[in-house]
């Protein structure tokens, strides 16, 4: 099965420029790393958000960890660009 293709997500997965490949992060909703990222880019802020806006839902919960850990790290290095980390 083909990855899935996030609704926000504006190019195919592994299209983007830079990125050397993908990789599957959600096995049961078929979800790369990228289209994950691109979510979260787009303003998402809970797993739960990260999951409508590739229009799908947890299933068994095991990417849940790394969906928050892309999401910190994306809200810390937002904070670091504004220079409001210490």
């Not at 998402?44 to 229009?55: E, G, K, L, Q, S």
């Amino acid at each position: 099965m083909p990855p899935r293709r996030c609704r926000s997500c504006s190019v195919p997965a592994g299209a983007e420029p830079g990125r050397t490949g993908t990789v599957i992060v959600c096995l049961c909703n078929a979800l790369t790393d990228a289209q994950l990222a691109d979510a979260v880019a787009q303003g998402a802020t809970r797993p739960r958000d990260v999951y409508a806006a590739c229009d799908c839902k947890a299933q068994c919960g095991t990417c849940t960890k790394m969906i928050v850990s892309m999401i910190r790290d994306t809200r810390s290095a937002a904070l670091a660009a504004e220079g409001r980390l210490p």
